[in-house]
Every structure is written in structure tokens, then in C-alpha cells.
């Protein structure tokens, strides 16, 4: 009769206790949002043209259109040529390390893209230019 008693109170002891594991899984919940980089869109829609060439970036962190007009559009918002560098720089701010990313129409000019490549450079950012793959 003893012996049933102690077993039936070793198995009600024999619970398993989820408040520490629920605790970890809520931390490393909160350190995979913190840690993500989100992706600033430029704000229009480019025509880019397309390279054989091109090759598919895994991961971006801010992007920079250049609209058919020759128009430069950083984190949904119209940028005057001027202004890019001091925008990309808060950006770099916020974030220690930003890759950049170009995305030019088809029908913008060169001269706007080299523009573009200049203030980035003088910026220090790392930049990528972006085409679509395939044949129009």
C-alpha cells in the first residue's frame, strides 16, 4: 500500500515545467526580428532592361530607381540629384552597412546612371546595378 503511494506521487511530480523553453523561444523570436534587414523600395515601377549577364541578388537593402523621366526616387520619396548622397549617408547612419541598389529604366539616360554612381561612390556605399533577366 505504501509503495502505490509513493508511485502515484512520483508521477504526479513527473511534469514538465514550459514556462523556460516558452521564454526562450519568445527571445529568440524577438533576436530574429531585430537582427532581419528590411528592404527600402525605391517607390515607382522601372522598365529595366534586361542582361544576359545578370545575376540574382540574395539580399538588398536599399533601393534606388531611376524613372523614365531621369527622376531619382530613394525609400518612396523623389530625390533631386543633390540630394542623394546626404539621403544614402542618413541611411548608412541608421544602418552600419547598406547595399545599394540601382534599378535604371530603359529609357532613362546614361549620363543620370553615372550621376547616380558618382554620389554613391562618394558616399562609400557598395552599389549594384540591376537588370532584369531575359529578352524583351
Known sequence: MRQRLLV???QDEAEINMT???DVVFIMLIFFIVSTSFVREAGIDVNRP???SSA???KTAV???ISDQNQIWVDRKPVDIRMLRPAIE???SEQAE???VIQADQASTTGQLVKVIDQL???KVAYTVSTREGND
Open 50 to 52: 534586361s542582361a544576359a
Open 20 to 22: 523556460p523553453m516558452l
Open 56 to 58: 540574382e541578388q540574395s
Open 63 to 65: 533601393l534606388v530607381a
Open 98 to 100: 547598406i547595399n545599394v
Open 8 to 10: 502515484s506521487q512520483q
Open 90 to 92: 542618413r541611411l548608412k
Open 121 to 123: 561612390r562618394l558616399a
